[in-house]
């Protein structure tokens, strides 16, 4: 099993040895900061913000994995469209035109729809990139992270990230239809960590109600080239029989099992991998696997959801839970 899934990854992805670091905007401190809610406490936004070289340590090149930022409160973000964009510019100043600081290299990171992101209050919370950017600096050294969002509905409490005041932004929110050409320029910009290299289990997505719950799953270990990967889920029925679901990529759209009697349960990735197990007699499933000390790994991704038998919860006998994405890292 474990060594079937490490060829599975190195045969899908073509992964380049690069240093793991975090680099952060302004600095590595998730807990501080005003509070603000633009862009994630909006019902849409078009926002921008800006890493100078500095930021950057100055790098001639860098491959980006993940974004991340530090929310006030707990919960849940839903977005009915999100779409990432990273760009680069010559620029040390956004312009009020959103199109005129997307100047070079381009690349949407993560397109997506009815997309769940699950966040802890004043700890980094990264957004689940699909796919990694390629930063090579030459003459456009500034990095532009642009975030447009539809239908943001906030569960828990959740609505204000923590700001430093120094950093820019663009920004337009609250608006229907196409996101406006231009908006509102500050330097109340989010604070926000870029991954290169570095580590990541994150959940995302939901599960469906059973006769025990929901199941929920959370991530074990630290995602670390050789250290260990794994994950915990609650709410299962006692001494269910589990199916087990490991996949290289993201479904966009998630599949609806109600096709299969199913209400409100999802499939969030294709099956590469399919294995079994049983939850627990207090109805805990859980599964763990080390990391191959393998540095071709770095930014591999692997998503992961369960579905536990439940003949009392509808007509197919299953629920499904939420999923969990490895970003193997240093």
Not at 185 to 190: E, K, N, W
Not at 254 to 273: E, N
Not at 313 to 320: I, L, P, S, Y
Request: charged content about 10%.
């Amino acid at each position: 099993m474990n060594r079937y899934l490490t060829s599975s990854l190195v045969a899908a992805l073509l992964l380049a040895s690069v240093p793991a670091q975090s680099y952060f905007m302004p600095s590595d401190t998730p807990s501080t900061g005003t509070c603000n809610t633009i862009p994630f406490g909006q019902t849409s936004t078009i926002y921008q913000t800006l890493a100078a070289p500095s930021d950057l340590g100055n790098s001639a090149a860098l491959r980006i994995c993940d974004l991340a930022f530090a929310p006030c409160a707990g919960g849940n973000v839903h977005f009915g469209t999100i779409e990432i964009t990273l760009a680069q510019s010559t620029s040390s100043t956004l312009s009020t035109t959103f199109t005129a600081n997307l100047m070079q290299n381009a690349q949407v990171v993560l397109k997506a729809t009815d997309y769940d992101w699950p966040v802890t209050a004043n700890v980094w919370n990264r957004l689940g990139f699909d796919t990694d950017y390629q930063y090579v600096a030459g003459n456009f050294p500034y990095l532009v992270v642009q975030i447009v969002a539809t239908g943001i509905v906030r569960t828990g409490g959740v609505s204000s990230y923590h700001r430093d005041g120094t950093h820019q932004r663009m920004y337009s929110n609250n608006w229907s239809g196409t996101p406006p050409a231009t908006g509102s320029y500050g330097v109340a910009g989010l604070k926000f960590e870029l991954l290169v290299g570095s580590a990541d289990v994150s959940a995302y997505g939901v599960g469906c109600s059973g006769s025990a719950g929901i199941p929920t799953m959370s991530g074990l270990g630290d995602g670390k080239i050789n250290g260990s990967f794994g994950v915990s889920v609650d709410n299962c029925p006692a001494n269910a029989p589990v199916l087990h679901v490991f996949g290289l990529t993201r479904y966009e759209p998630r599949i609806d099992l109600a096709i299969l009697g199913a209400p409100s349960c999802y499939l969030y990735q294709p099956i590469s991998i399919l294995t079994g197990g049983a939850a627990s007699p207090t109805g805990n499933y859980s599964w763990r696997t080390p990391i191959p000390n393998d540095t071709t790994l770095l930014c591999a991704r692997i998503y992961t959801q369960v579905s536990p038998a439940d003949a009392a919860a509808n007509t197919w006998g299953r629920t499904t839970s939420n999923y969990v994405r490895l970003l193997v890292g240093q």
